[in-house]
T-cell receptor, first 114, second 112 residues
Framework: EAGVVQSPRYKIIEKKQPVAFWCNPI?????LYWYRQNLGQGPELLIR????????DSQLPKDRFSAERLKGVDSTLKIQPAELGDSAVYLC????????????FGSGTRLTVV | KNEVEQSPQNLTAQEGEFITINCSYS?????LHWLQQHPGGGIVSLFM???GKKKHGRLIATINIQEKHSSLHITASHPRDSAVYIC??????????????FGKGTKLSVKP
C-alpha cells in the first residue's frame, strides 16, 4: 500500500508568488494534518481535517494560507503570496482518527522562497 | 518552557555504542511517539507508546507515565542510524485532542 504521498518534493519560488502543495493520505484515514517545520525545529500544526471538515485551523495564517480537502480524501495547501519566512518543510500526515492512533507522514515538500 | 523537551540536542557516537535519547513532557497525553527524520525531510514513525516498553530490532522505547518521561535506546548503533529523532505527544484534552506536539529533535550522528 502506498504511504502518504506529497508533491512536489521541492519547490523554489520568488517572494510574492503563489504556491500549492498536494497530499494524498492513506486510504481510509479520516484525519489529515498539515505541519510546517522550520529548520532545526519540530513540526508545528497548521490545520487538521476530520474528513472534509477543517476542525483545527487556529495556527493557520489565514491572510495568506488556505487549505481544502476535497471529498475528505486529497488535500491541498496554498500560500498566496509567499514570503521569505515561509521557507520551510511542509509535512502532511494522516491517521485513522484522533488520539490513540498511529500517524503516517509524507515525505514533505521543501519550500524555498527567494 | 516547551511542552515537549528532548535531550540531548546533538549526539555523536561511535559505531557499536549504546545510545539513549530522552524526552520529557508537561501535558496530558493519550500516547507518545518516537519518530525518525532523515535529511530528505520525510518522517517515519518508530513507536507509539501509552505505557511500558516496546522493542523493534535494535530500538527500544520506554515510557513512565507518572514521571512524564520517555527514552529511546539504540543498541549496537550503526552509521545508518544517523538521523534526527523526534519525540511527539498526542494531546488528550480539549479541542486539540489528537494533535501532536513535537520536541525539537535530537540529531544523531554515528561514526564508523
Amino acid at each position: 500500500e502506498a504511504g502518504v504521498v506529497q508533491s512536489p518534493r521541492y519547490k523554489i519560488i520568488e517572494k510574492k508568488q503563489p504556491v500549492a502543495f498536494w497530499c494524498n493520505p492513506i486510504s481510509g484515514h479520516n484525519t489529515l494534518y498539515w505541519y510546517r517545520q522550520n529548520l532545526g525545529q519540530g513540526p508545528e500544526l497548521l490545520i487538521r481535517y476530520e474528513n472534509e471538515e477543517a476542525v483545527d485551523d487556529s495556527q493557520l495564517p489565514k491572510d495568506r494560507f488556505s487549505a481544502e480537502r476535497l471529498k475528505g480524501v486529497d488535500s491541498t495547501l496554498k500560500i498566496q503570496p509567499a514570503e521569505l519566512g515561509d521557507s520551510a518543510v511542509y509535512l502532511c500526515a494522516s491517521s485513522l482518527g484522533r488520539g490513540g492512533y498511529g500517524y503516517t507522514f509524507g515525505s514533505g515538500t521543501r519550500l524555498t522562497v527567494v | 518552557k516547551n511542552e515537549v523537551e528532548q535531550s540531548p540536542q546533538n549526539l555523536t557516537a561511535q559505531e557499536g555504542e549504546f545510545i539513549t535519547i530522552n524526552c520529557s513532557y508537561s501535558v496530558g497525553i493519550s500516547a507518545l511517539h518516537w519518530l525518525q527524520q532523515h535529511p530528505g525531510g520525510g518522517i517515519v514513525s518508530l513507536f507509539m507508546l501509552s505505557s511500558g516498553k516496546k522493542k523493534h530490532g535494535r530500538l527500544i522505547a520506554t515510557i513512565n507515565i507518572q514521571e512524564k518521561h520517555s527514552s529511546l535506546h539504540i543498541t549496537a548503533s550503526h552509521p545508518r542510524d544517523s538521523a534526527v529523532y523526534i519525540c511527539a505527544v498526542s494531546i488528550n484534552y480539549g479541542g486539540s485532542q489528537g494533535n501532536l506536539i513535537f520536541g525539537k529533535g535530537t540529531k544523531l550522528s554515528v561514526k564508523p
